[in-house]
């Protein structure tokens, strides 16, 4: 069984930084890709930014230039930068991963920008 656990979140005024973490168990993180999503009040769920085993990265177009996704696979964790944040970046994240047992969600962390 995969555990995810978040941290990180809070208030912010637009223009600020936060860094997110998620500390991964159960699993050999080395080996999977990780990925942060978000979801904002009355909207969808969205993925923001996905790391591979090799570390390659990719994000949505929002965010591109502003985040950046990392991991240290022997703390079992990974980190979404995020810098000059906007309020349209309010929003509860998660970070993911899957196996061969499924797809497992961390219980998310707030991020607040106030404008």
């Known amino acids: 069984q995969v555990q995810l656990v978040e941290s990180g979140g809070g208030l912010v005024q637009a223009g600020g930084s936060l860094r997110l973490s998620c500390a991964a168990s159960?699993?050999?993180?080395?080996?999977?890709?990780m990925t942060w999503y978000r979801q904002a009040p009355g909207k969808q769920r969205e993925l923001v930014a996905v790391?591979?085993?090799?570390?390659?990265?990719d994000y949505t177009d929002s965010v591109k230039g502003r985040f950046t996704i990392s991991r240290d696979n022997a703390k079992n964790t990974v980190y979404l930068q995020m810098n000059s944040l906007k309020p349209e970046d309010t929003a509860v994240y998660y970070c993911t991963t899957s196996d061969r047992g499924g797809r497992y969600w961390g219980q998310g962390t707030q991020v607040t920008v106030s404008s």
């Open positions: 159960g699993s050999i993180f080395s080996r999977n890709v």
């Open positions: 790391i591979t085993s090799g570390g390659i990265t």
